[in-house]
């Protein structure tokens, strides 16, 4: 019986956690399968190619989870509402789109929410972003978008963000890139002496495991939540999508 194939694709996955959880998951249920990084800067060349056809499902990650969307033959209710793609699952010939990423976090942070946490700021406008948006609007939230390039309503610039409205948004999601592992000491551009014990920040990134956003907020008593159990959880969906017979 030969190995099923599956695969993370994105530009640099030297930090990626996919790899590491599938080969120790597959191990542990003794399963026949392999996990490989699928790293490329071209992706119209990448899917055309024979390491893409041999696949039999895969994650995405930044840049790709909105640019594969032409690339697929039919989306998830879900994956279609949200607009955004982080695994692939392929079905009777055909790639189907999916986001587990929605689900991953909802299960994330449902220990953490309580009446405090109305209005989010999400800072951010790709693929994860519009992940986020969806769970917490379902949820009840209002949210407002914090971009370099802010676009439309409820969208604002980092130099826009302050004490009002860090008052009024109780819940803060990072869904950019900075302060991931080597650039430790970056972080966001927001106010942070306007962060109090009644915020809850999550940052989407898990390596490291205390962004400077994190610690800047732990610091003012925010409840703070990194991006692993995310991570895991959607991870675990996305086995089970690929393994829906």
């Not at 959880?21 to 119209?44: G, I, M, P, R, W």
């Not at 899917?47 to 039999?56: G, P, R």
């Amino acid at each position: 019986m030969s190995k099923q194939q599956f695969g993370l694709l994105g530009k640099r996955l030297d930090y990626s956690f996919s790899k590491s959880f599938f080969t120790d998951y597959f191990l542990k249920h003794q399963l026949e399968a392999v996990f490989s990084n699928l790293e490329t800067s071209d992706l119209a060349t990448w899917m055309k190619s024979e390491e893409a056809q041999q696949l039999d499902g895969f994650s995405v990650t930044i840049p790709y989870k909105q640019e594969i969307i032409p690339f697929l033959d039919s989306l998830s209710p879900e994956a279609a509402a949200i607009g955004a793609v982080n695994v692939v699952q392929r079905k009777d010939g055909k790639l189907i789109g999916h986001n587990t990423d929605a689900f991953g976090f909802k299960q994330s942070i449902k220990p953490f929410l309580d009446f405090r946490h109305q209005k989010a700021l999400i800072l951010g406008t790709g693929g994860a972003s519009k992940a986020i948006a969806y769970v917490l609007k379902n949820i009840g939230l209002d949210v407002l978008y914090v971009s370099r390039n802010p676009q439309g309503e409820n969208q604002f610039g980092y130099e826009e963000v302050n004490e009002y409205m860090l008052k009024a948004c109780k819940m803060i999601v990072n869904c950019t890139p900075l302060g991931t592992s080597p650039n430790l000491e970056e972080a966001p551009e927001i106010p942070f002496e306007f962060i109090t014990n009644d915020h809850f920040v999550v940052d989407l990134i898990y390596n490291p495991e205390q962004t400077k956003l994190l610690r800047e907020a732990a610091n003012r008593g925010a409840i703070t939540l990194n991006g692993l159990s995310m991570l895991k959880e959607q991870a675990l969906k996305a086995w089970e999508i690929w393994n829906q017979k």
